[in-house]
């Protein structure tokens, strides 16, 4: 459940509405264990689940908790040593199941974001329709042969860099290999947030200094990856690929 709304509500129900009297009824808090999150005490709204350990909660609750620890809130099993969030998937029809069980849930959860969105004068983002002329049966055809992939790449994730390390200056000592050279992320970002990025994975010391360089230039901090691919054109790049090499130096004695 995303704090942001600002859901703190008690529904009370039974969970069948069938006219058949034979059919029997339960009362909806039997099912809280199955249908609310460990982290926030509701019910789970953006259901998702950790590979791991199948524990389910709402995805900004999950989010929150991985900024400040990898493991997971109800067994602490860790999720993943470094990046716990590759971990995760979003549970769909758990969610189905939460919204048919919970009368209204999904009408005020759409309302609250709407709110929320123009509180802050955001455009509210549009539900995803999907549509075709194409007929029935060329598109179970389609389906049929076409395997679907499972997981998508988010759109804000624009630009696909490539780090070669080309070296270290004599005197800087024990960092770890760059074990992933292959990274998707936002135009906007900028060499800064690679540069900590690199820091981050190689484990430097606050001492070395890493040197950015695109084809012929070096680098600015503030020039984000987007300007960059911009402004040095094709020779920037490798098979879609931005290249950026970068080097470990000593700061200069001033």
């Known amino acids: 459940m995303s704090p942001m709304y600002g859901r703190s509500h008690d529904w009370s129900t039974n969970i069948s509405d069938s006219d058949s009297e034979e059919e029997p009824k339960l009362p909806l808090n039997q099912f809280y264990p199955y249908i609310r999150c460990a982290l926030c005490c509701g019910f789970l709204i953006d259901a998702t689940t950790i590979t791991e350990c199948l524990h389910t909660f709402c995805k ?5 908790h991985f900024f400040y620890s990898n493991r997971c809130p109800t067994c602490s099993i860790v999720v993943h040593q470094t990046q716990p969030l590759y971990n995760i998937r979003p549970d769909r029809q758990l969610q189905d199941i939460v919204y048919k069980m919970v009368p209204f849930l999904e009408e005020f959860e759409r309302v609250q974001m709407c709110k929320f969105y123009k509180e802050r004068g955001l455009d509210v983002p549009k539900p995803v329709v999907v549509s075709s002329p194409v007929p029935v049966v060329l598109k179970r055809q389609k389906k049929d042969n076409v395997p679907q992939s499972v997981f998508t790449i988010p759109p804000e994730l624009d630009v696909s860099l490539l780090l070669e390390f080309v070296g270290a200056e004599e005197g800087i000592n ?12 936002s135009g906007e970002a900028t060499v800064r947030h690679v540069e900590l990025f690199i820091r981050r994975k190689m484990e430097l010391s606050s ?17 984000s990856l987007k300007d960059i691919q911009n402004s040095v054109g094709e020779e920037a790049l490798q098979d879609g690929l931005l290249v950026l090499h970068f080097g470990l130096v000593l700061p200069s004695q001033s």
Do not use: A, M, W
Request: hydrophobic letters at 30%.
């Open 60 to 64: 900004s609750c999950i989010v929150k």
């Open 174 to 185: 024990n960092y770890k290999p760059l074990e992933r050279r292959y990274v998707r992320v």
């Open 207 to 223: 001492t070395c200094q890493v040197d950015v360089v695109c084809g012929d230039h070096l680098l600015d901090h503030f020039q």
